[in-house]
């Protein structure tokens, strides 16, 4: 018998809104993000629940198949930033 691996998905640091959203973020804050496959990164953007930390020091996201991906928010955050500033 076959035995699959789970699709690996990571956020979509070229969406705006996920940047923007990244960001500003508040310990505790919950809200949508988009993801997309590891191994597809130009493949349709998906809706995820993201949510940070209380302390802070996490950011975690959940597919709704029950998928999940976490990141030390300070990396997540110095990461996504360059994506989102626009060009002088």
């Known amino acids: 018998m076959a035995t699959f691996e789970p699709i690996a998905y990571v956020l ?30 130009k493949a349709k ?19 709704p198949d029950g998928e999940t991906g976490s990141w030390a928010y300070d990396f997540l955050k110095n990461s996504a930033i360059p994506f989102y500033k626009p060009a002088q």
């Open 45 to 63: 953007p998906t809706k995820a629940k993201a949510r940070r930390s209380q302390d802070g020091e996490d950011f975690t996201f959940a597919m």
């Open 12 to 41: 979509a640091l070229k969406d705006r809104h996920n940047c923007s959203l990244i960001e500003s973020f508040k310990p505790g804050q919950e809200d949508a993000v988009y993801v997309v496959p590891e191994n597809d990164l």
